[in-house]
C-alpha cells in the first residue's frame, strides 16, 4: 500500500523538495499603466449628480414606489434609465423635446430620419430610427474606458423623426435639409440615424446652409457613393456629388474609408477620380494601421475646412457583423478597428454625424442597430472625453430661423 503522504513534502524520505511553482508575469505588464486599471480609476472623478437628479425625477414622476421595495427610489411606472428593458424609448432614453424649438436647451440632439426611397437594393431603412432608439435600451451613458459619463458631462435630447416624403426623394430631401438646418442653427449638435444614404446630401446641406465657414467629410463605408445619378434619380449611390457641389463642401475634403470590394459603380469611381476625393481600402488602412489612418483622415478633412462631418455607414463594418442593412459586402471593417478610427477622428471636434442603413427588417438579435447605437455614443463619449462637444457652434454664421 502506498503512503498517503505526498511525495513533494517528503522531505523525510529524502527526496527533495518540490520546486514551489512561480507565477511569472509578463515582462512589461505594469498594471499602473493599463487602461484597464487607468478606467477603474477614472471612474472616482466622475461626477453623479446627474444619476441623482434623474431619480428624483422619476420618483416625481412615476410616483413612490410600494413599501415592500428597499430602494425607496425605485417608482412604481418606469421613467428614465431604468429597468433597460422597460419604457417608452428614446435614443439612450434622453428627454423628448415635443417641441422642437427646445433643442436649443441641450448639447447635441439625435433627429431619426425614416427614410429609404433612396434604397437600389433592399428597403428596410425607414426603420432605422426606431431600431437604433429601441436597441439603445441597452445602454448605461457611461463609458469605461473613455471614463465618461454623458449623464454627467453633457446634455443629449431626443428630438424625434422628420417628417419624410415617401414616394418623394426631392421633397424629403428638403423636410431633411429644413429640419438639419433648424437642429444645427439652434446651437445642439446634429446626429442623425438614418434612413438611407440618400440623406447624407439633405443632411450636410442643412448644415452647410448656416455657416459660411468650410466644412470637411470624413466617409465611412464600402461603398463610393459619389455617382451623379443611379436608376435616373439621387438615390443613396450620390450623396457626395452632390453635397460636394455646395460651394463650402469641397470633395479634396472628403476622406472615404473602406471603400471597395465588387459593389463599387464604376460612374462613382470616375467621379471620385474627377473630383479628387481622398480614398482609403481595407488593406491600405491595415497596412498603415488604424493611428495612422486616423491622423491623414484629420489631416485631409481639416484642410483648409473649419470643421468636419462624419457620415458612418453601417455597411464599412464586415456584413458578418451587420446583416441589417441594405447593401452587405464581406470584407469591411472588423467593428473595434472602425470604432478606433471613428473615436479618433470625433476627438477633434464634430459639426454632426449621421449613421446610415441599419434596416431592421434584416437584423438579427439587433446587433446591427446596437452597432448604429455604438457609433453615436462613441462619437459623443470621445468628444466629451476631449472638450470637444460644441466646438462647432462657433461657425453658425448664418443660422435660420422657421
Ligand atoms: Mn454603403
Known sequence: MMSHQPVRSSRRAGLSPARSRVRRHHPDFNKMETQG???????????????????????????????SLTDKFIPTFARGELPHFAGINTFLKAPYVENVRDVAKYDAAVVGI??????????????????????????????????????????LCDAGD????????????DQISRGVSHVFSSGALPVMIGGDHSIGFPCVRGIAECTSKRIGIIHFDRHIDIQEKDLDERMHTTPWFWATNLPNVSPKNLVQLGIGGWQVPRDGVKEARKR?????????????????????ALELAWKDADAVYISFDVDSIDCGFVPGTGWPEPGGFLPREALKILGMVAAEGLCGLEVVEVSPPYDTSDITALFGVRVIVEALGSMVAHGKLGSHKHMIDKPVAY
Open 37 to 67: 486599471w487607468k478606467a477603474l480609476e477614472a471612474e472616482a472623478e466622475l461626477s453623479g449628480k446627474g444619476w441623482g437628479r434623474e431619480r428624483r425625477w422619476a420618483l416625481e414622476m412615476g410616483l413612490p414606489g410600494a413599501d
Open 114 to 155: 425614416p427614410f429609404d426611397s433612396g434604397t437600389t437594393y433592399r428597403p428596410g431603412t425607414r426603420f432605422g430610427p426606431q431600431g437604433v432608439r429601441r436597441i439603445s435600451a441597452l445602454y448605461t451613458p457611461y463609458n469605461y474606458e473613455m471614463g465618461v459619463d454623458l449623464r454627467e458631462q453633457m446634455t
Open 162 to 173: 422628420v417628417f419624410t416624403i415617401p414616394a418623394n426623394l426631392e421633397k424629403s430631401f
Open 276 to 296: 479628387d476625393t481622398n480614398v482609403l481600402t481595407i488593406d491600405d488602412i491595415e497596412k498603415i494601421g488604424l493611428e495612422k489612418t486616423a491622423e491623414i
